[in-house]
């Protein structure tokens, strides 16, 4: 049964404070009664991964680890959400392998081919950034060097 | 986003770093990382990028069970508070304008309370989604005449109405929310299941701990018995060291074997014995086995067997049979070994004490068995007739035959009971017998004389707390009414379906100082002081005749023909606690870790007194029921009415 996971457009639209302060209280709970529910957890997990906040991404990424690690049935779900997590941190690197890994799996999930995708662009994306800033270095770099020989011909 | 300006010159794109970490892709995030400059890089990003590596070596299984029907993200939307959402709307929707009612200082005043607070007037439904209402009912305060009467008021939902767009909507949000109870309700149910796993697994560790606790308890009774077992030996090496110390060897020998209680020496080879296990059969006779003792573990064993007038005597080391005590008449039916002295009590009324060492002198017991007959008739014609004195046979006997050595292993005779003796028990120079007479005797060992002897029948008749002159107890063994007359009990059938017809009036005895405890035909339990000859305590509670018993400092334990074994405190002389068997108890031996019983059947039961479980010894073991046993430390030996006896290790 292919598993039901959220698009990436998902993890974009975050929780009012509200609703995440909710679901902060009920992990917090449930964590003094030392009995913590996978459910809660992923829930208030989910809510710190789709929050803008980079310290909230963090936490929730590190959240989903702990599921991962602890319910082996979960682990599939787990590994799109955490890839999702990475993408939205910019670790592309841990995120294309996690997704890799789920497609190993399920190769005809759409949410994880469109992830990919999605890590895909972004890493171009940054490469052509990285162009541009070495490019721009090196000619400034350039200018720099002329100037300086220059001044030292003139000499 | 950092604008970007496409370099069109370099069109090559190193994407999705392949060999360095170093590329154009991180030098990218470089400008985002400076952009957001105060944020530092955490532990906490540093724990996550470790544990990738490690989780991807994970193993990911298919999902099964709730992971399979829920999925996490239908939990997630089902579990949130939004889900409440679409219910709470449907509510307002359903509320409608009234003026006010005071309805909540109504209540509070229902209640006994104050209601303080100001009624805020039109608190607004606040709805945040757009609510489609048609018409609205005023007519509440308006149906009013001025009789008062409220004629004519309508139902709250009259004026009502909400549109078919809106109510579809509605039962989409209801199938919806239905939708998600199931989903919560399938979490649930899961996390019970796994919460009762839990506490089972919890509670089986929780017994495990438990049985640890009863065997710590054991193996601290084990180690107290040794520590006294360990400080009698310091007190006989002590005075072994002290030759001035004028205690004679052969009175004290060492703690009586019934009373030592700390481990025996036994050969290593003893310790790779698998317990539970008989290892050694001595058969030789022919009937059912009677009565055995031995002196220690891997020493010498004295038995008996019915209708056989000659105990034999085994080498334990050996399972060799070493030789024959030649002298009673009639089956002896008990023995007792301490060290190389044995004594038995037989059927013929006397008791005689031998001396296990001279045993070997007596060379013709092989020579078969017309030799002691004519040896008994012999006996015969020289006996003395008093009936309170002693025969000492010596070397110096005038015998017609001087071809058979006659100074036999018997040291004395004791006579002077008139029936068979069933019971004794000696310690030091001192013993006791009881007989199927009534009476129970006690003899000086140096000398020979009975010093006392005790009525059993008299102290039946005159039960010390009782009014004097008083009948028989009714509660007593029917066979004990005729107590005046022979004692005769048919026995309950042992476990092959055989009986037999108990005699012995005087089932088991022992004694300790002047403290001597004696079970009988009729179900009594009886202590004696012996400096007067009294009982003074009758421990009543058996309903049969009592088959054997043993006490320590804190209990008497008894056995009898009721299938019950009674254990009672030995200073209150209540009783502590009865176990039921299937068949009449005929032996049992304790101590303070265990009960051993035979009980009637071809296993020897053992009673773990500190976990309260019971257990049979059968491998290797009897054919026919076990009748009689006795067992030192780690070491045990069972005689059976198969006419084997068995050696056990424990």
């Given at each position: 049964m292919p598993t039901e996971l959220p698009y990436?457009?998902?993890?974009?639209?975050?929780?009012?404070?509200?609703?995440?302060?909710?679901?902060?209280?009920?992990?917090?709970?449930?964590?003094?009664?030392?009995?913590?529910?996978?459910?809660?957890?992923?829930?208030?997990?989910?809510?710190?991964?789709?929050?803008?906040?980079?310290?909230?991404q963090v936490e929730g990424v590190r959240l989903l680890q702990e599921i991962y690690r602890a319910e082996p049935a979960r682990r599939r779900e787990c590994l799109y959400y955490l890839a999702l997590g990475h993408y939205k941190m910019g670790n592309y690197e841990e995120a294309r392998r996690f997704n890799a890994l789920l497609l190993d799996k399920e190769p005809a999930n759409l949410q994880a081919q469109s992830l990919a995708g999605l890590i895909d662009n972004r890493v171009t994306r940054d490469g052509y950034i990285g162009m541009a800033i070495v490019g721009g270095v090196a000619a400034l770099g350039t200018l720099v060097l002329a100037s300086v020989i220059r001044r030292a011909s003139r000499k | 986003m950092i604008g970007a300006a496409t370099v069109s010159g370099r069109s090559r794109v190193s994407v999705g770093g392949g060999g360095g970490h170093v590329d154009f892709a991180t030098l990218g995030r470089a400008p985002l990382r400076l952009g957001f400059g105060s944020r530092r890089v955490t532990s906490r990003?540093?724990?996550?990028?470790?544990?990738?590596?490690e989780l991807l070596q994970e193993e990911v299984p298919e999902p099964e069970g709730v992971a399979e029907n829920v999925s996490l993200l239908r939990g997630f939307n089902a579990t949130i508070p939004s889900a409440e959402k679409s219910r709470i709307r449907r509510r307002q929707t359903r509320n409608v304008d009234t003026p006010k009612l005071g309805l909540k200082r109504l209540s509070l005043g229902a209640r006994g309370l104050l209601g303080d607070e100001e009624e805020h007037d039109g608190e607004s439904v606040a709805s945040?989604?757009?609510?489609?209402?048609?018409?609205?009912?005023?007519?509440?305060?308006?149906?009013?005449?001025?009789?008062?009467?409220?004629?004519g008021r309508q139902s709250l939902s009259a004026g009502k109405t909400f549109g078919i767009d809106e109510l579809v909507r509605q039962t989409h949000e209801i199938e919806r929310d239905k939708e998600n109870i199931h989903v919560r309700r399938a979490l649930i149910s899961n996390e019970i299941e796994e919460i009762s796993h839990k506490i089972e697994a919890l509670d089986a560790i929780r017994v495990k701990l438990e049985g640890d606790l009863l065997r710590l308890q054991e193996e601290e009774l084990e180690l107290d018995d040794e520590l006294e077992g360990v400080r009698e030996r310091i007190e006989v090496e002590e005075s072994a060291l002290q030759p001035s110390r004028s205690v004679s060897r052969t009175g004290h020998i060492a703690a009586s074997s019934r009373r030592r209680k700390g481990p025996a020496f036994l050969p290593s080879e003893h310790d790779e014995l698998p317990p539970g296990i008989a290892f050694m059969s001595l058969e030789s006779h022919t009937t059912p086995i009677t009565a055995l003792d031995f002196s220690e573990p891997y020493g010498t064993l004295v038995t008996a067997s019915q209708d056989d007038t000659q105990p034999r005597v085994w080498d334990l080391l050996t399972g060799e049979e070493i030789g024959r005590l030649r002298g009673h008449r009639g089956t002896v039916k008990c023995i007792q070994v301490e060290d190389h002295i044995c004594l038995t009590g037989s059927e013929?009324?006397?008791?005689?004490?031998?001396d296990l060492r001279r045993v070997d002198e007596d060379e013709d017991w092989e020579s078969g068995d017309m030799f002691s007959l004519s040896d008994v008739v012999e006996e015969d014609e020289s006996v003395d007739t008093s009936t309170n004195g002693i025969r000492e046979e010596s070397s110096t006997s005038s015998r017609p035959s001087s071809a058979v050595p006659r100074d036999g292993p018997c040291v004395r005779t004791l006579e002077g009971h008139t029936k068979a003796v069933s019971a004794m028990y000696f310690e030091d120079e001192c013993l006791v017998t009881g007989a199927s007479d009534k009476t129970m005797r006690q003899w000086d060992l140096n000398t020979g004389q009975c010093v006392m002897t005790m009525d059993i029948l008299w102290a039946i008749s005159h039960p010390p707390t009782a009014a004097p002159g008083t009948a028989l107890p009714a509660h007593l063994v029917p066979g004990a009414a005729a107590a005046a007359g022979t004692f005769a009990v048919p026995t309950p059938p042992y476990a092959d379906g055989t009986w037999e017809m108990y005699q012995d009036f005087v089932g088991a005895l022992q004694f300790w100082g002047y403290a001597l405890v004696s079970g009988s035909g009729d179900g009594a339990v009886r202590m004696w002081d012996m400096r007067t000859g009294q009982p003074h305590r009758t421990l009543l509670g058996h309903t049969g005749p009592v088959t054997c018993l043993q006490f320590d400092e804190l209990h008497i334990v008894t056995g009898s023909l009721d299938k019950s074994i009674r254990i009672w405190d030995v200073r209150t002389g209540s009783i502590f606690e009865t176990l039921k068997y299937?068949?009449?108890?005929?032996?049992?031996?304790?101590?303070?870790?265990?009960?051993?019983?035979?009980?009637?059947?071809?296993?020897?039961?053992?009673?773990?007194?500190?976990?309260?479980?019971?257990?049979?010894?059968?491998?290797?073991?009897?054919t026919r029921p076990v009748e009689r046993l006795r067992y030192m430390d780690r070491y045990m030996v069972s005689g059976g009415r198969d006419s084997i006896v068995k050696i056990w290790a424990l």
């Open positions: 990436a457009a998902d993890a974009e639209e975050s929780l009012s404070y509200d609703e995440l302060e909710v679901l902060r209280l009920q992990y917090q709970k449930e964590l003094a009664q030392s009995h913590v529910t996978v459910q809660t957890k992923f829930n208030y997990a989910w809510g710190l991964v789709k929050s803008p906040l980079r310290e909230h | 990003d540093l724990q996550i990028v470790e544990a990738t590596e945040e989604d757009d609510v489609v209402m048609v018409g609205r009912s005023e007519r509440n305060g308006r149906g009013r005449k001025g009789k008062g009467k409220r004629k013929d009324g006397t008791v005689r004490a031998w299937d068949h009449a108890v005929t032996a049992l031996q304790f101590d303070t870790r265990k009960i051993v019983a035979a009980t009637g059947e071809n296993g020897i039961k053992i009673y773990n007194r500190t976990s309260m479980q019971h257990s049979t010894l059968m491998t290797n073991g009897h």
